[in-house]
């Protein structure tokens, strides 16, 4: 290797690492990081947890909406963004009410189980419609929007992978828990469902990051705009800057 080699490979590794790490950030912003985990598990474990020592369902749902509310009161109080909290309460009361209606407690996880059934499609139809999910969940978040359908292409292929992924595993998912929605009792379902909650979605994180890893670089549609703004600017200026000189100049003659 040349001296003229080693900084090339040199600065191909930094860019390699830098991009990787701005994609860790963007996948730890979006889906919420440990915390938003957390979040995500504790209500339906602490329903499941109460239910299977008691049995009762008025207990179980209350504590389970009590503790959605205590996690967006203590987001507020740190002055965090609230939006993993408050969908976790609204998943939470939407189960609350399907088993207060129904008097069935497995119906507290119906809805969180139909909307994974139709997150899972949305992944696969918008994928094989050419506007992979996943693309316009993180398009904001990598200040690119929508410039990766027609401007880059690589990075719209990596994120129809992993949009694949996502879709596959939810389905797989559902294909487990819906059967033992009919057949198993509510203790047997939640706890499966618990223990399904946080493997999957990891799998799916960890695909995101290695595809777009592996992808080119984000387009920053916002420094572009901020660009061409500043070249407007500069341009306008010295438009203006020519006309005072030129009539200065006619002022002279």
């Not at 329903?47 to 369902?57: A, E, G, H, S």
């Not at 139709?118 to 993180?138: H, N, R």
């Not at 398009?139 to 990766?148: A, D, H, I, M, Q």
């Not at 996502?166 to 819906?178: D, R, V």
Request: contains cysteine; positive net charge.
């Amino acid at each position: 290797m040349t001296s003229l080699d080693k900084p090339t490979q040199d600065t191909e590794a930094t860019a390699q690492r830098d991009a990787r790490a701005v994609t860790e950030a963007a996948l730890f912003e979006a889906f919420g990081g440990v915390r938003g985990m957390v979040e995500t598990v504790l209500p339906g474990l602490l329903f499941v947890t109460i239910y299977t020592i008691n049995k009762d369902l008025h207990l179980s749902a209350i504590a389970a909406l009590g503790v959605s509310l205590l996690l967006v009161v203590v987001r507020l109080a740190m002055r965090d963004t609230v939006k993993h909290a408050f969908s976790g309460v609204f998943g939470v009361a939407f189960g609350v009410v399907f088993a207060m209606m129904t008097g069935n407690a497995k119906d507290f996880y119906l809805p969180g189980m139909l909307y994974t059934l139709g997150l899972g499609l949305a992944y696969i139809i918008t994928t094989l419609c050419g506007v992979p999910l996943i693309g316009l969940i993180l398009g904001p978040v990598f200040k690119e929007n929508l410039s990766w359908r027609t401007r880059n292409p690589g990075r719209k292929k990596a994120y129809a992978k992993a949009s694949w992924a996502w879709g596959l595993i939810l389905l797989a998912k559902c294909a487990i828990l819906f059967p033992l929605y009919w057949w198993a009792d509510t203790t047997q379902l939640g706890w499966v469902l618990i223990a399904l909650k946080i493997p999957p979605f990891l799998l799916a994180v960890y695909l995101t990051w290695v595809f777009l890893a592996k992808a080119p670089a984000p387009i920053d549609v916002f420094a572009e705009m901020e660009a061409e703004e500043k070249a407007a600017e500069a341009k306008k200026a010295a438009a203006e800057a020519g006309s005072g000189a030129a009539s200065g100049h006619r002022r002279e003659a």
